[in-house]
């Protein structure tokens, strides 16, 4: 059997994820609860030295991708994904003219919005 607590494993966990709350957490030190999954998935996604991945890649096989990058995808989710550059460029440029007319959507309500208060 293998055992964590005999080799040191989690002590050495536990001194890597206290050091990564140390750098996210304020100066205050009373929102380590709220900041903790911010240091995990920071220790998820950096790549360590012996392995040359880091542990998501290990266990997944691929590497982990930001939420940011689903909602707005970068090239690399695109390539991912099998699009080429020219078919991720127009992808984006749609997505932009459609950023677009939302803009002007709200300008319009502006515009109309104050003359309903009054």
């Known amino acids: 059997m293998y055992y964590a607590a ?3 494993l989690g002590e050495a966990f536990n001194k890597t994820l206290c ?3 140390k750098k996210v957490v304020a100066k205050s030190k009373c929102d380590w609860h709220e900041r903790i999954g911010e ?3 920071a220790y998820r996604t950096i790549v360590r030295t012996p392995t040359q991945a880091s542990p ?3 266990v997944y096989g691929v590497e982990a991708v930001l939420p940011l990058e689903q909602q ?6 695109a390539i991912q994904e099998g699009l080429i550059e020219e078919e991720n460029a127009q992808i984006r440029f749609e997505e932009l003219e459609a950023l677009d007319e939302k803009r002007l959507k709200a300008q319009k309500k502006a515009r109309v919005l104050p003359s309903l208060i009054v």
């Open 56 to 58: 998501c890649a290990l």
């Open 72 to 77: 707005i995808p970068s090239l690399r989710i």
């Open 6 to 8: 005999a080799n040191g």
């Open 19 to 21: 050091n990564l709350l």
């Open 39 to 41: 240091a995990l998935w």
